[in-house]
């Protein structure tokens, strides 16, 4: 009975019922992982990304910046020649400078690291998201899921990363009890729920030339200490020791008539 079928059963079925007649249809691996697509408007451009500024020589003005969307004009091996989307210009460059990105968010090509800068990049905000090659596991197939969930600390890594298992079946997950047919799927589902992440999915790691550029949050750093009033408090318990105490209101005698609440 349908109270005793449990959530991943029920995603099961529903995943089912959506894809089974569309599979039935299909000729080809291909037309196959395409009627596997949750959602109609899947991005199908293949796009090329630098993951670098070049040159990085002193005094030398770039001619591509790293995070932007790059067209190739001839390709020399492991080299190739690509114009820059914000610059206009072009450079020959190694073709491990850049990664592919098909579908929107799916890169290839890309280290951890490189996910981790390109993310933290201003028009980025909180859910933005990316879907890597896992380092760890090369080739056989594994992916990793990499979002941005800033906080207020600064020592914290604010990019997370999620090892996306494949079953023998090629359906996906990143929590046991709840798989998927495609990435796609896998990405719907968390763009409308977290579901146990760190932050929902809002939108595809931004790419300069391809994006329209996102409001950048502003961060305001309030003081956490005004030590003016602490060097001046007649409280016998003082968070600072009393030779700086001292200090301080040396200081503030100098300056008397300016306002110091300084930033910690």
Not at 128 to 136: A, D, G, N, V
């Amino acid at each position: 009975s349908p109270s005793r079928t449990s959530k991943g059963e029920r995603l099961f079925i529903v995943y089912f019922a959506r894809h089974f007649t569309q599979l039935l249809y299909t000729d080809s691996p291909d037309q196959m992982f395409t009627a596997s697509l949750c959602g109609s408007a899947a991005f199908q451009e293949n796009v090329i990304v630098s993951l670098h500024d070049y040159p990085t020589f002193e005094d030398t003005e770039p001619t591509m910046f790293a995070g932007e969307r790059l067209l190739i004009v001839s390709e020399d091996g492991d080299f190739m020649t690509v114009r820059s989307s914000t610059t206009g210009r072009d450079s020959y460059i190694p073709t491990n400078y850049t990664a592919k990105v098909m579908h929107r968010w799916l890169f290839t090509g890309i280290s951890r690291y490189k996910a981790e800068e390109l993310l933290q990049k201003p028009n980025n905000q909180n859910g933005s998201f990316l879907i890597r090659e896992s380092e760890t596991n090369r080739g056989e197939n594994s992916h990793s899921l990499s979002i941005l969930m800033r906080t207020n600390s600064s020592r914290l890594n604010p990019v997370k990363h999620y090892r996306i298992y494949r079953l023998q079946n090629n359906w996906y997950y990143i929590s046991p009890g709840l798989t998927f047919p495609s990435l796609h799927c896998l990405v719907e589902h968390y763009s409308e729920s977290a579901n146990g992440l760190c932050c929902q999915l809002t939108a595809p790691c931004f790419i300069q030339g391809l994006d329209t550029p996102r409001p950048v949050p502003n961060i305001i750093r309030r003081p956490t200490i005004n030590w003016k009033d602490i060097s001046r408090t007649d409280s016998g318990h003082s968070l600072v020791s009393e030779g700086l105490r001292e200090a301080i209101t040396s200081y503030l005698q100098m300056t008397e008539g300016d306002d110091h609440s300084w930033d910690t």
